[in-house]
Nanobody, 127 residues
Framework: QVQLVESGGGLVQPGGSLTLSCAAS????????MGWFRQAPGKEREFVAA????????SYEVSVKGRFSIVRDNAKNTVLLRMSDLKPEDTAVYYC????????????????????WGQGAQVTVSS
């Protein structure tokens, strides 16, 4: 099992930017496809972004495409979610997740496929 810890959340004004970091320990992230999910109050957890083990293949939820960017640094065992042009509807708890896979190119979108989760980081977009 890999342990995941998110950081970088906080309060930001609409139109602002924030970068979330996911630090892994216990195992190297080289064997894992990675993803970010979010859960707003009263709503189900939803997919935000995902990246493959290698090659940098990515996928984004439609509402964040062009505003969010997921990147990984396997050497540092971290994954980042760079967020810009933030909107009030982006307010949620953001979770980092890891899915062990033998495929270097697979991008994992379904939350059921992830079996390692961080504790979450609160992002609040408000003026």
């Amino acid at each position: 099992q890999v342990q995941l810890v998110e950081s970088g959340g906080g309060l930001v004004q609409p139109g602002g930017s924030l970068t979330l970091s996911c630090a892994a320990s216990g195992r190297t992230l080289n064997s894992y496809a990675m993803g970010w999910f979010r859960q707003a109050p009263g709503k189900e957890r939803e997919f935000v972004a995902a990246i493959s083990r290698s090659f940098g293949f990515t996928s984004y939820e439609v509402s964040v495409k062009g505003r969010f960017s997921i990147v990984r640094d396997n050497a540092k065992n971290t994954v980042l979610l760079r967020m810009s042009d933030l909107k009030p509807e982006d307010t949620a708890v953001y979770y980092c997740a890891a899915a062990e896979t033998s495929s270097e190119a697979m991008v994992v979108i379904a939350n059921q496929a992830y079996d390692n989760w961080g504790q979450g980081a609160q992002v609040t977009v408000s003026s």
